[in-house]
């Protein structure tokens, strides 16, 4: 019988949403979209669906800061 009831052992999803990705990061949807479109985070695309590997998302976090030049930090 299927259990309705959330599980804290459950294993998280491997491929996540556009929101899940967002509160996993701490940032806007729209972010992400624009990650997706630079491809510094590439989605999954299943016919119609877009998903982010988890593996990915993770992976994105833990990469060093690029550099910024003087401009982008004066825009900052």
Known sequence: M????TNSSAPSPELLTVNQVAELLSVS?????LLATQNKLP???????TRWRRTD???YLDRPAAPQTVE???RA
Do not use: K
């Open 2 to 5: 299927y259990s309705t009831a």
């Open 72 to 74: 982008e930090a004066g």
């Open 29 to 33: 949807p729209r972010l992400v979209w």
């Open 43 to 49: 989605p999954v695309r299943i016919r119609r669906c």
């Open 57 to 59: 998302v993770l992976h």
